[in-house]
């Protein structure tokens, strides 16, 4: 069964902390995808991969890194947190061809 | 790059009614393209998903409409009923980047 991977599910952490969320997916897809959901800004594009060692700029980047470890791992990392980051955050992986786009369950972030 | 607008933003209908919720896209290379409910708390679930053509696909309760020409993308549920309030989002997969990108959403109440 397709399967995308999350954690934690919740975080809470300080102004200036620092954040690593998981994703891991068993689907053998190419593309992985960090999105932020915020009310009346829907999903935003923060970065994505089409495998690992690869990384591409989304529409949302600032304040974010990622890394692509394997193709079943991809990770994003807050390194001075601050409150504009606090949100939803989901991971999605796709195939090569974008035919199957699976999401994750979403972690929430809270910058305190 | 690829600018996705989604309408209405918010939508309240009558059960039995129907509901169109439409997306325009920006970017002629999109050729795969997603409609997603979400309910509250919850990730995003897949209604359908079309290809790069002018399409009509029929789910349970509802029609997807796909026209490449006006790239303009619509989904019509026909006789709402309470189950179906929920968000929905589109989403446009652009051939180029291999980018997933998402309107802001509409949000749907259906009164009994």
């Known amino acids: 069964e397709a399967a995308v991977t999350q954690s934690p599910r919740n975080k809470v952490t300080v102004t200036g902390g620092n954040v690593t969320l998981s994703c891991r997916q068993t689907n053998s897809h190419n593309y992985m995808y960090w999105y932020r959901q915020d009310t009346g800004h829907g999903l935003r594009l923060i970065h994505y991969?089409?495998?690992?060692?690869?990384?591409q700029i989304g529409d949302v980047p600032d304040g974010y890194k990622a890394t692509r470890t394997t193709q079943e791992d991809f990770f994003l990392l807050l390194e001075l947190a601050s409150p504009s980051q606090t949100s939803l955050y989901f991971c999605?992986?796709?195939?090569?061809?974008?035919?199957?786009?699976?999401f994750g369950k979403g972690t929430r972030l809270t910058v305190v | 790059g690829e600018q996705v607008e989604q309408r209405p933003p918010h939508l309240s209908v009558r059960e039995g009614d129907s509901a169109v919720i439409t997306c325009t896209y920006t970017?002629?290379?999109?050729?795969?393209f997603f409609w997603y409910k979400q309910e509250p708390g919850a990730s995003l679930q897949l209604l359908m998903k079309?290809?790069?053509?002018?399409e009509i696909n029929e789910g349970q309760g509802f029609t997807v409409l796909l026209n490449k020409k006006d790239k303009r993308l619509s989904l019509n549920l026909t006789a709402a009923h309470p189950g179906d309030s929920a968000a929905y989002f589109c989403a446009v997969r652009t051939g180029n980047t291999g980018k997933l990108i998402f309107g802001l959403g509409t949000t749907l109440q259906v009164q009994p």
């Open positions: 991969s089409y495998g690992a060692g690869n990384l």
């Open positions: 999605a992986s796709s195939d090569a061809e974008g035919t199957e786009v699976f």
């Open positions: 970017d002629p290379n999109s050729y795969y």
């Open positions: 079309v290809f790069s053509s002018t």
